[in-house]
């Protein structure tokens, strides 16, 4: 349970903040109804991921993963952000730097309005040339039968979802951007992560480091909210709309 001391707290540290940075994983979609990867019902369960969700598994049978991801994408389409994402949409118009460094393929942030945002581990909105590397739209969807693999429109290469797999390392760039802010941020506020994944983990823990108050939203314990100032209880949808409500009632000066 969240008590109204811990509530004010990080609702306080959000208003005076001139710089935030969002972390985000599987449970602030939760409540849009997508499985989160770790949990009961998690999205991989019946799966063996390391079956699916890899460079081997795709240069082994590419028409496999494929099926795969476009049933993940359809079931995707049909959900909605929930005001959890809707709050941290807003909270990108409120600071003067922000970013949003987010776990998620779901596309359910930039649905809800973020913008200035980094996908650590890709998104299912985007497909990728396995070849020339080249990006693209995710394809339209097949009818039954149809060859589930996109092609290349530059160089006939079998494309593949814009999305890390397990065991590849991360974009250049993406890590190092999020990194940096962390060094800035005065406020980090932590969503529905496990902490499972070192690079997010560590990104949240080095901003506490250097300076920022650490916010977990979180119904669980995981080693950030062991470490965070303030650990909120509950579901992302519930409480982050109360306590964006208190950040911007709550006083700005010291
Ligand atoms: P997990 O499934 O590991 O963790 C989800 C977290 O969300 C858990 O700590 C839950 O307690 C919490 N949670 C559940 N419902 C919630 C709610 N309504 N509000 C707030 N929190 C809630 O998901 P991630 O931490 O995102 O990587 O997993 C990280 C990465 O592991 C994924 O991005 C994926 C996987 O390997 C790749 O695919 C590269």
């Known amino acids: 349970m969240t ?12 208003s005076r903040a001139r710089a935030a940075l969002v972390l985000t994983g599987a449970g602030i979609s939760a409540e849009s109804g997508i499985p989160t990867f770790r949990g009961a019902g998690g999205l991989w369960e019946g799966f063996r991921a390391e079956e699916l969700a ?7 049978d590419p028409a496999r993963v494929w099926r795969w991801y476009r049933w993940r994408q359809a079931q995707y389409g049909e959900c909605e952000p929930n005001p959890g994402h809707a709050v941290i949409a807003q909270m990108e118009g409120a600071y003067e730097r922000f970013l949003l460094a987010t776990q998620n393929v779901d596309g359910l942030h930039h649905r809800a309005g973020n913008r200035e945002m ?23 969807p097949i ?28 974009w250049t760039g993406t890590l190092e951007r999020a990194y940096e802010f962390a060094h800035e941020a005065d406020v980090c506020l932590v969503v529905g992560t496990s902490a499972q994944v070192w690079a997010p983990a560590q990104m949240a823990l080095l901003a506490q480091q250097q ?14 909210s062991f470490s965070a100032d303030v650990h909120l209880m509950g579901p992302a949808g519930e409480l982050l709309p109360e306590l964006w409500e208190r950040a911007k009632r709550s006083p700005q000066d010291p």
Do not use: K
């Not at 008590?3 to 959000?14: P, V």
């Not at 890899?54 to 240069?59: D, H």
């Not at 299912?124 to 020339?132: F, G």
């Not at 300076?211 to 950030?224: K, M, Q």
């Open 3 to 14: 008590d109204e001391t811990d509530l004010n707290r990080a609702a306080r540290a959000l």
């Open 54 to 60: 890899t460079p081997q598994a795709f240069a082994a």
């Open 118 to 140: 980094v996908e650590l581990h890709g998104t299912i909105t985007r497909t990728r040339c396995s070849r020339c590397q080249r990006l693209a739209d995710w394809p339209e």
């Open 143 to 170: 009818e039954e039968g149809e060859d589930p693999v996109p092609r290349c429109g530059s160089c006939e290469g079998l494309m593949r979802p814009h999305i890390l797999w397990f065991g590849e390392r991360y």
């Open 211 to 224: 300076g920022a108050f650490l916010i977990d939203v979180n119904p669980g314990a995981t080693d950030i």
